[in-house]
């Protein structure tokens, strides 16, 4: 089993949908969470970081479920321009070591009109 | 302004070639990593430095060297070692904060190519 896993899609959704993924970790050690965004062929951009209680920053909502070992993330009223790949990242973490992050692949959405 | 600035954008290696990729940040972050992104596989950890003149192997360091000298600088050098070296390569940084719960933040990448 990966470490980090996610569905790749590409999930097609019709402009103004609401979309969710998830990526589900295998440690149950893993501490910190996070959700990038990489547009085609650019670098990951980070999206937001989540937390145990569940985040919001405008239309994107952050949860994390410890006892199912899985991250989510919702995107509201989407737009074109979300159409990207989400990575998300895991971090099993030590106090005093540098934040070692392990990636999913990704899961592509396209935004359509 | 602040950020990871990577050089060159594109990199082609002949055979038996060592190329070096650049990275710089003026982050004042602790922490720098190197990751190889080939399609379908997400991204691999190559090395990872938590503070000069120290570093450690990642899942797939066989073929690359570092160098952490300064604080801001991390250069990568894909050696001859490397028989695979077509990809995208991303250098990132992260404050080395608790419980390591710091994000890292990327540079915009450079591909490498075999000539």
């Known amino acids: 089993r990966k470490e980090v896993e996610q569905d790749p899609g590409p999930f097609n959704v019709p402009e103004g949908a609401t979309v969710a993924f998830n990526c589900t970790y295998s440690?149950?050690?893993?501490?910190?969470f996070f959700w990038y965004r990489q547009d085609c062929r650019k670098e990951p951009k980070l999206l937001m970081s989540?937390?145990?209680s569940g985040n919001e920053d405008g239309r994107f909502t952050a949860q994390l479920n410890r006892a199912s070992q899985y991250i989510s993330l919702l995107i509201r009223d989407s737009k074109l321009s979300d159409s990207a790949t989400y990575l998300c990242?895991?971090?099993?973490?030590?106090?005093?070591?540098?934040?070692?992050?392990?990636f999913g692949t990704g899961t592509r959405l396209q935004v359509t009109l | 302004d602040g950020g990871i600035t990577q050089s060159p954008k594109y990199l082609f290696r002949k055979e038996g070639q060592n190329v070096t990729l650049s990275c710089e940040q003026n982050?004042?972050?602790?922490?720098m990593y190197w990751y190889r992104q080939d399609p379908g596989q997400g991204l691999r950890l190559i090395y990872y430095?938590?503070?000069?003149?120290?570093?450690q192997k990642g899942d797939i360091a066989e073929g690359y060297s570092v160098s952490r000298e300064k604080k801001e600088s991390f250069p990568l050098t894909v050696t001859s070692a490397q028989k695979n070296p077509t990809a995208f390569y991303l250098c990132?940084?992260?404050?080395?904060?608790?419980?390591?719960?710091?994000?890292?933040?990327f540079g915009d990448g450079t591909r490498l190519s075999i000539l």
């Open positions: 990242a895991v971090n099993i973490g030590v106090t005093g070591t540098a934040s070692k992050l392990t």
């Open positions: 430095s938590q503070i000069v003149n120290d570093f």
């Open positions: 989540v937390y145990s």
């Open positions: 440690n149950s050690a893993s501490q910190s």
């Open positions: 990132a940084s992260s404050l080395k904060g608790r419980i390591s719960n710091q994000p890292q933040h």
């Open positions: 982050l004042n972050h602790d922490a």
